[in-house]
């Protein structure tokens, strides 16, 4: 129990760095990419991302969650799911290559097709990467992801995407980007895992690993599709450059929200899967998580609705300064769309798996008839993004019932969300207190740029060190006394 308790509280450490630095060099080369490429080329990957996803999704199939929550893994299942995903990645190139030209001619986008064969020339990298990440995540060995993930921003996407954008290479620079980080994942994160690559084609092989990643696969399916509804839609019925002008402003504020969520729940899958049989554990570590997410995310919240202005001027430019007002709805729904990941991640450690599809089918089939009638009432952009985030705050509110069935707790689980809306609000009182004079004193967007982001530094510290019991606040009060001794010897060197 207090090796499960070591393990995870160090994943997590490992996992938080990684979101943090991931984060911020993320909103960095946005900015940058922002500058060079125009709304009507971001319109264009957009579209091919989603593509791009759904071809990932295809050598995927459940096969690395499956790895990752499978109670005893065989020698032989490592080379079943290598093997799976070697040949599901070949047939959704061999499938983009050729459905390519069909997409671009119903988006009517002349440079898709060769956008999204560049994005498809990563399939096989990445069907290698999951075997090795799903391996490590199993091993709560987080810091060779870190790694993988860091070094891979900075050469592949950094060094060659940008570089490529800087070149001209317009919407195809990303797809540059996306083989780059792909290739130098996988040749890292092998060299930590060094996992077979001999292939199986037994069939007893398949059987316990797809039992499970069929069940998964529905659900990412429903996932996938729910979350790509809005680019899909948008790309056929509104203008390219809208399109662009939407996802920038998405991918602002949703990306780096993901990215935490993602490297908290790279954690906590393994973690709860483990005492998934130890009711009143799961529900401490899930109250636990779920508190700390909602404290960070509503603070992040509250100030973005604030903040908005300064983070397009800041990260996207003058030619996005119409996603102002996107940008405090995607805001909004930062803190419903984390929690939701959680509640996903529980329902899939425990293998309770049919109420969640079920969400996610009725939630899939609301959205599409909702997007549908804001349209068909000549409803903009961000009309669309106002009836995703209704649709994700009662999608939430399923889960969280989903979540109370499994394992109780519900009127904790309605004190965590109260902590959320405290934080929030108060983020976002502080920052009208503060940020609002000094925008009336026509202080420079640089040093205003800089005062919030100290200022929301101070409001989530307050929040965690005031806040109730939870992984991120014990981690936080460990690591002050650490902190400070070294820099009390730090200091007794130096005189």
């Given at each position: ?5 070591s ?17 911020l060099m993320?909103?960095?080369f ?15 990957v ?8 759904f ?5 995927d199939l459940g ?10 893994l065989?020698?032989?299942d490592?080379?079943?799911g290598?093997?799976s995903?070697?040949g ?8 983009a290559?050729l ?5 671009g ?10 956008v999204?064969?560049?994005y498809?020339a ?7 990467v999951?075997?090795?990440t ?16 860091v ?5 592949g996407?950094g060094?060659f995407?940008?570089?490529?954008a ?9 797809a540059i980007?996306?083989?780059?980080q792909?290739l130098?994942?996988m ?32 659900i ?11 680019t899909?839609m948008?790309g ?10 939407y ?18 729940t ?5 973690s709860?899967?483990?005492?998934q ?7 401490r570590?899930?109250?636990s998580?779920?508190v ?5 995310m509503?603070c992040?919240?509250?100030?973005i ?7 397009v001027a ?7 300064v119409?996603?102002v ?6 805001g ?26 079920n969400?996610q ?6 959205l599409?008839?909702s997007?549908?009638?804001?349209y068909s009432?000549?409803?903009?952009v961000?009309v669309?993004?106002?009836?995703m ?11 969280e ?11 904790d689980?309605l ?5 959320g809306?405290?934080c929030?609000l108060?983020?976002?009182a ?7 004079p000094l925008r009336?004193?026509?202080l ?9 982001l ?5 409001a ?16 936080a ?9 070294r820099l009390?010897r ?6």
């Open positions: 129990m207090t090796n499960l308790k393990r995870t509280v160090n994943a997590m450490k490992w996992s938080y760095l990684t979101m943090f630095i991931v984060a993320g909103l960095v946005s900015a940058i990419l922002s500058r060079l490429l125009t709304p009507k080329e971001f319109g264009v957009a579209i091919a991302y989603v593509l791009q996803r071809g990932q999704f295809i050598g096969v690395g969650q499956a790895l990752v929550q499978k109670p005893e065989s020698g032989e490592v080379q079943a290598f093997t995903s070697i599901l990645g070949l047939l959704a190139t061999v499938a290559w459905l390519a030209p069909l997409a001619a119903y988006y009517s986008m002349p440079d898709l097709p060769m999204f064969r560049g498809a990563a399939y096989m990298l990445t069907a290698m999951v075997i090795s799903s391996l490590l995540r199993r091993q709560l060995n987080f810091r060779p992801l870190l790694i993988g993930e070094v891979s921003l900075v050469i996407h060094l995407g940008l570089g490529a800087y070149l001209g290479f317009g919407a195809f620079s990303l980007s996306a083989v780059a792909a130098i994942q040749i890292i994160l092998y060299a930590y895992t060094r996992h077979s690559l001999r292939l199986t084609f037994r069939p007893e092989s398949y059987r316990a690993l797809y039992a499970f990643a069929t069940r998964v696969t529905v990412n399916f429903l996932e996938f599709v729910s979350s790509s509804l809005d899909l948008l056929r019925l509104y203008p390219q450059a809208e399109l662009g002008i996802k920038r402003a998405y991918n602002t504020v949703g990306v780096p929200a993901l990215a935490f969520a993602t490297s908290l790279r954690v906590l899958a393994p709860f899967s483990s005492i049989s130890e009711s009143e554990r799961l529900r570590a899930h109250h998580a779920l700390a997410l909602l404290i960070v509503s992040v919240a509250g100030g609705f604030v903040a908005a202005p300064e983070v800041v990260l996207l430019g003058s030619q996005f119409g996603a007002i996107l940008v405090k709805i995607f909004l729904l930062v803190p419903f769309m984390v929690s939701s990941n959680l509640a996903g991640v529980l329902a899939e450690a425990t293998a309770q798996l049919r109420v969640k599809t969400i089918a009725v939630y899939l089939v609301a599409a008839l997007f549908w009638t804001a009432l000549g409803g903009s961000e669309i993004a106002l009836v985030l209704a649709a994700i705050i009662v999608r939430n509110l399923a889960f019932l989903m979540v109370r069935s499994i394992v109780g707790g519900g009127r689980i004190k965590s969300y109260g902590v809306v405290l929030g108060g983020t976002a502080l920052f009208c207190a503060v940020i609002v009336g004193l026509g420079s967007l640089p040093l205003l740029f800089i005062a919030e100290l200022l929301g530094g101070l989530l510290g307050v929040a965690i060190f005031l806040g109730p019991p939870n992984e991120l606040k014990s981690l009060l460990r690591a002050v006394p650490a902190v400070t001794s009390r730090a200091t007794g060197k130096g005189s």
